[in-house]
C-alpha cells in the first residue's frame, strides 16, 4: 500500500523528518543532492529519533548515541542492529510516496 505523505518541500535538504501513519512511525530523509530515504523512526540502540539525526550523505547519525546507518539499505555502521528500510519515492508533483512494506527487515 503507498501512502502519500506531503511535499518534498516541507523537509529541509540534510534533514529528516518524522510521519506518523496508522501506528507506523517513518523518518523521511532529504540528502543535499535530492535523494529521498525512509527508515523507522527510532533508533533501534536505544529510541533516538532518527529524524533529528545529522545527514550526511547517504547515512543518518543518531543524535541520541552516535550510531551510523547508511539510508538506502539499513545497515548499520558499527555493532548495533539495522533499519527497517521503506521503498519511497516523489510522484510528478514533488508528494513523497511512501510503500509500506519493508525493504529490509531489521535483524
Do not use: W
Amino acid at each position: 500500500m503507498e501512502i502519500t505523505l506531503g511535499p518534498v518541500s516541507a523537509i529541509p535538504p540534510g534533514e529528516g523528518r518524522m510521519f506518523e501513519v496508522g501506528s507506523e512511525r517513518i523518518a523521511v530523509f532529504l540528502t543535499r543532492d535530492g535523494r529521498v530515504f525512509a527508515t523507522q523512526a527510532s533508533c533501534p540502540h536505544r529510541g533516538g529519533p532518527l529524524a533529528d539525526g545529522l545527514v550526511g550523505g547517504c547515512a543518518v547519525i543518531c543524535p541520541l548515541h552516535q550510531q551510523k546507518f547508511n539510508l538506502e539499505t539499513g545497515e548499520p555502521l558499527g555493532s548495533y542492529e539495522g533499519l527497517k528500510t521503506y521503498p519511497v519515492r516523489l510522484s510528478a508533483t514533488n508528494q513523497i510516496v511512501v510503500k509500506l512494506e519493508d525493504k529490509r527487515a531489521a535483524p
